[in-house]
């Protein structure tokens, strides 16, 4: 007798038992969970299902780049809100990556009074939270701008108050998009001659003008070919008429509030990233480049740099992904971003609370797994290569 | 040898060492006298210390007489101003806790921390709650800074011990522990918290059989605490993984079955490695309690935007957002300071 059951000593059919169990106890409290939730609902008198997503939403949204209007259907508001969260993350992402690598590398700097303040900024940024950022520069400084008669001027074509910031509107796309296609062509001009000097140098040895071709074609053809296409086109620039500007496009306050909060946030962790980056390099590195005869900018690009940008590459992705889920932040000053337009709006006019919490989380993760696969590429293509 | 140049560097070559270097120093001493000089002259010099009403504010600067007038909402929100007591014994029994639990000689700590997970949860939310004798005071008059502690102790004392679960399950060799684990963990750390905050309000009372409620503070504990529980486990995990093989190993050679050598032998370290990261978790999530503010629960930072609503105190607005923004800078100020220099110690 006591030998039949000898198996359940035997450590393979414990682990299966054990793993079985575990399965088994959370498909039945999922279960219970779902039928709790179909009951309520049919209670409630919510029917369950997608079918929603066509109705009219006549819900009206103060800040669109799609072309939703109030008698379109949800799913057109469902991606309003999504281009919304992607334009204030991306623009988000832009500025605080700039603005955190040069408070970044302030706080090297061999000038203490340099090092301090960006010291100081980063200790008092991130130890406040992000939603006090984004009331403060909401309720306390946007608010605080003055009305539109008095409004800051900026250089003349845009204007900033109270009720947001207005920006000249180019009449027709077209030099603009000629210009786009001037830069793209000078991009894939750079990656060609790129390749073709990486192949020089590793058949001959010899160096070709990186630095100078590659700041005529990154810098120089697109400079020239934005401000071409701005001379070019007719400016739609905001007049002041009775109490409010008239032409022109209106950022409104609530974008503006947001986008101030998320950049001068994130960017007192990703000068924490920059600095750690730096610091990781060993003098030595430095050092042995400047015993092979290297120059400093040299040194710069090719040793301390790409050796930085290893560690930092793993951080800034997890900085990047938090600066897509904190643009939801916004629900809490009403800018229209997928979460306060779908989870809140949406969700009041419709009730289909599991359907609309279902895509919103949705839009989170697939936009944040495509970001982390990429960095994750790019991540293999720049990690060290040991053999 | 570069460390003891830096040492003995003065103040003057710090400052004025080359000409650049004193040209960078006095366009910035300019700058930053620029900013701060109005700053200063705003909330001390030119501010009003003293009165009770709106109209004690004469001067031109900030009127803390409205931090005044307010301090008790900062601190409890609604609660009622005669049971006050209450909040503040529960937090007395916490913090004396935590101190027992710091200065206790080594062998009692573990027990001790036991004992208090098992009473001081309950003994708080009876306190505050009331019942059994207590004045019963709903949620909805509890506020302020007591409820930015209450929130982030509650939801760490769900996070914590789930999170080590999750890093332990994420370590597993079970290949279903190990998935659940793992998409647990990514899907709570890929949805933003303010999404999780409103899932919560939102699903716990439709998932819950008929006639269970399911109160909305507790709801948003439970969000939060599933939330930061996804980050804690990576925080553990990153204690897990620096551990050496060889530990469990030799546990298991003495004949320790799994539980037992993570209990005794694991845990113990991997967490003492971990503490750092755990900390900076809980200032994540400290910052994070503001959120709730999203499904009409009023914290500390809840309350000062409330307060601005007031029509007897008319544009406060900067004295409130200093006010609250200080008190949460001291307090993840403090925590972060506490957690580098535990990371020093190591």
Redesign the interface.
Known sequence: MAKAFAFINDKRVR?VF??AA??IG?VALLVY??R??S???V?AGIASGFDFLWRTSGIEVPFVLTNYTQSDNILALFWAGVANTMLVTVIALVLSTALGFLIGIARLS?????QA?AGAYV??V???????FV??WY??VI??LPAPRESLSVFGVAFLNNRGLTIPLPDAGASFRYAFIAIAISCLLHWLFLRWARRRKEATGQDAPVLSVGLFLLLLVPVLALAWATLATRWDIPVLRGFNYRGGFVVIPEFVALLAALVTYTAGFIAEIVRGGIQSVPHGQIEASGALGLRPAQTLRLVTIPQALRVMTPPMTNQY?NVL?????G??IAYPDV?SLF?GSA?NNTGQ??EI?AM??AV??VI??AVSAFMNWYNARIALVTR | MRAAATLSTSWRERLFGTPTITVVTLLLAALIAWIAVPIIRWALIDATWNGQTRNDCTGTGACWVFVKARFGQFMYGFYPIEERWRPNLAGLAFALSGAAIVFAPKRLKLSLGLAALVVLPPLGVWLLGGGFGLRAIETREWGGLMLTVFISIYASLIAIPLGILLALGRQSELKVVKLISVLFIEFWRGVPIIAVIFLASLLLPLIMPAGIGVDRLARAVIGLGFCIAAYMAEAVRGGLQALPKGQREAATALGLSYWKATWFIILPQALRISLPAITNEFIALVKNTTLVLVVSILDLLGIAQASLADPNWVGMNMEAYVFSGGLYWLICFALSRWSRSMERQR
């Not at chain 1, 889920?325 to 932040?329: E, L, P, Q, V, W």
Request: hydrophobic fraction near 65%.
């Open positions: 682990d054990y793993q575990l399965l959370l969970f779902i709790n939730a009951q309520n609902m209670q061999s000038i203490w009074l340099v303040i200790e008092f991130r130890n406040i939270p992000l939603l006090f009331l403060f309720f306390g608010a605080a992904l889920k904190n643009s939801s932040f629900a809490a979460v989870m969700l609370a599991i919490i919103t989380l989170y993760l944040g797994l």
